[in-house]
Every structure is written in C-alpha cells, then in structure tokens.
C-alpha cells in the first residue's frame, strides 16, 4: 500500500470543509493547529467576514476517549447547569469568567463524524486568554487555584448521576495497586536498584493507599462532579488581567471526588521541575505555590467544603503523587503498554519522580497540614 502525502492545500480544504459542517456564520476563511494540547487534535477557525471571530475545532482522540458521544453528553450537562449557577459565585462583580460553549452543527447535531469515523466538535473561542504550561509565579498559582475553585463550585450541586462516568476507576488507587500486583505476580525480567526501591516505596505505602476510597465507604467523603485533568495548561489566564477567566478541556469530567481534582492539581503544579525532570534528588513540593493554590481554591469553594474534605486534602496530595508514581512503575515493568514512551527507561524515570515527589510531600507534612488549618478557619 502507498501513502499518498496530502498537499498543505488539500489538508486545509478538507480541515476547511469539516470545520463548514458547524453552524457558525459565515465563510471560514482560515483553519490552523492551535495550542499545546497532547490529547486531542485542536484547531482555530477563523471567519473571512470578521478575522476577530474564532471558533475551536476539535478532532477527539478515539484512543483515549472510546466513547466520544458520551463526554459530549457530559459537555451539554455540565453546560446546562453552569446556564443556571454562574452568576451565584462570591466575585462576579467585574470578574471575567466565561465557559466556552458548542457549536452545534447545521443538522443540529453536537458533533460530526468524518467518513472515516473521526469525531469533531466546535466549541467557541474565549479571546484574549492563554494557557500556559508551567506556573509562572504565587499570583498565576493562586489564579489556577481560583479557577478550580469556581469550577468546582459551578458543579458541586450538579447530580453525579447526570454524568457518564468516561473514564471508570480513574483515581481508585486500589485499582492500579491490584493491577501492579497482577504484573508483579505475572513476573518481569528486569532488575536494578531503582526498581528495588520502586518495590520497597510501594510496599510501605500499600495498607495506606485506600485512604480516600475509605473515607467514601464511611460516608466522609461525597462524590461530586470532578473535572478530572485540572492542569496549568487547561486553565485560560486573562491576557491584560493576568486573572483566570476559563477552566477548558471538559472531556474528564465526570463523577468522583473534588481531592483527586485537587491532589492533581498540587501535585503538578507545585512541582516546578516538572514530570519529566532527571534530577531526581532536586525534585520537591512547594508549599508556597500550595499556599496560593489552595487560597485561590478556598475563595470559591468554601461554602460547600466540609470539615472532612479539608481533613483528607494533605492526603490527596500524597495520594495523588503516589498513584501517578505507581503507574509509570507498573507500565515499565509491565513493558510500557500503556503511557508513550521515548525509551525503555522512561517510565521508570517518571516514576522516580513522583516517588521524590511523594517524599518531600511527606516530609512537609506538617507545614501542608498547617497551611489548610491555617486556610481552614480564615
Ligand atoms: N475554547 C477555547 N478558547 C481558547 N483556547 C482554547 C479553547 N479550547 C482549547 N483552547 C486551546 O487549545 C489547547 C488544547 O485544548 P484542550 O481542550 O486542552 O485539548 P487537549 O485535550 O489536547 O489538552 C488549550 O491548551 C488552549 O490553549
Ligand atoms: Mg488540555
């Protein structure tokens, strides 16, 4: 079989003649790749009437969402009850907020499927907004806590049962711990230091892995509408305001508890070096980005915290880091089948990282726990 190279003509005419599928007035004068996202394929739309006017183009990952009709559903419930809550948070005076919305298309669908299968959607453009990929200061900390805060906020009263859970058993350590036992028990054919240490790290953390799932089983804990990959780089930051004014990538949402949103968010955004870091002794959590975090986060999503949410966010954060830490471990002895790896070592790499991560999280215990008292009472 060959493989014909499309012109960069072709490809535009055709990613052109997709995003004309959308109910979005006028002629579509332009169609480029937008963005840093590593998920889906995403494109801005411009309009030949008025250049100002954009709209985001979408192709869904089938990989990694195989049911993409139902985040769809979960978009359309999220967005009817944002229709209703927006105006109900503590600062709307003056504060930008916006939820991009679909664009649904000329038949009336919410989404177009290619000849080929491909999955598309339009959503509207929120202007003037970037993301970023890493936390720039304390005040773009606190504005990413802000965002997740809102969002949060925005759908704590919204019915988990009107989400389809997309993604089931996202977050339930137990889960990833049976499944690491499962490979273990199926036997690898790799040995190192590092991988003894991975083995010792798991182990002393095992019995204490089910925290959360614990605390939902004695009824502590509630599941409430999470968002699911709250990130620096899904969260829009105000070109002149430097203020957040969107939280984006809604294809995670679905039921579970807002601590694995906020152990997530923590754990990624206080980590300065970064997932793929290979100083391994250099890697730490900053308690002073925690510290604007979870103020920005606590602005919005005081009024429907209880006292056990704030008991079980320091064990987020650990949890949260021990988990991701725990997968890259299982994927590399399981010779990395699941995450994308540059080489057979990576993922160990990765779990290294997360592991560090864990222990400067554990090791400031203390000051995390003080700094949601601190919060908690403010
Ligand atoms: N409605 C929107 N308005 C403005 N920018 C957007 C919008 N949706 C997505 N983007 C930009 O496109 C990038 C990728 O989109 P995202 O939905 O996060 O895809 P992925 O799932 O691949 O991460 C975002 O990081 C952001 O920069
Ligand atoms: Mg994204």
Redesign the pocket.
């Known amino acids: 079989m060959t493989h014909v190279q499309l012109s960069s003509l072709d490809v535009s005419t055709s990613l052109r003649s997709i995003a004309e599928q959308f109910d979005f007035v006028g002629e579509v004068l332009d169609v480029q790749r937008?963005?840093?996202?590593?998920?889906?394929?995403?494109f801005?739309v411009t309009l030949a009437s008025d250049p100002r006017e954009k709209?985001?183009l979408?192709k869904v990952?089938q990989q990694v969402f195989r049911h993409p009709e139902l985040i769809i559903l979960n978009m359309r419930a999220f967005m009817e009850h944002i229709g209703t809550t927006n105006g109900r948070c503590a600062d709307t005076q003056g504060r930008r907020w916006e939820t991009?919305d679909i664009i649904s298309t000329k038949a009336g669908a919410d989404y177009w499927r290619d000849p080929e299968g491909g999955f598309w959607r339009m959503?509207?453009?929120?202007?003037d907004?970037?993301?970023y990929d890493t936390i720039r200061d304390q005040r773009h900390a606190g504005e990413i806590g802000y965002a997740l805060g809102r969002f949060h906020s925005l759908i704590s009263d919204l019915p988990v049962e009107s989400l389809y859970d997309t993604l089931e058993g996202f977050h339930i350590t137990p889960r990833y711990l049976a499944h690491y036992d499962v490979v273990v028990a199926n036997g690898y054919h790799k040995s190192s230091p590092d991988i003894e240490y991975g083995r010792d790290f798991v182990a002393q953390r095992r019995a204490w892995a089910s925290v959360l799932e614990d605390a939902v089983r004695r009824g502590e804990l509630m599941l409430r509408p999470i968002h699911g990959?709250p990130k620096v780089?899904?969260i829009?930051i105000d070109d002149v305001t430097g203020q957040a004014v969107?939280v984006?990538?809604?294809?995670t949402v679905k039921p579970g508890l807002v601590h694995y949103d906020i152990g997530d968010c923590l754990r990624s955004c206080c980590n300065p070096l970064g997932e793929e870091t290979e100083a391994f002794d250099a890697v730490r959590f900053e308690t002073d980005l925690c510290q604007a975090i979870l103020e920005g986060y606590l602005t919005e999503a005081r009024h429907f915290m209880t006292g056990k949410d704030y008991d079980y966010i320091y064990d987020a954060v650990r949890l949260i880091a021990f988990e991701l830490g725990l997968r890259f471990f299982t994927d590399y002895l399981e010779g990395n089948v699941y995450f994308r790896t540059k080489d057979a070592e990576h993922n160990l790499r990765r779990a290294l990282v997360q592991f560090r991560l864990t222990e400067s999280i554990e090791a400031q215990a203390a000051a995390i726990r003080a700094i949601v008292a601190a919060q908690r009472i403010s």
Request: charged share 15%; proline share 3%.
């Open positions: 937008y963005g840093s996202g590593n998920v889906n394929d995403t801005l709209a985001i979408q990952n991009p959503t509207t453009f929120v202007k907004a970037q993301t990959d780089n899904n829009l969107s984006i990538d809604l294809d």
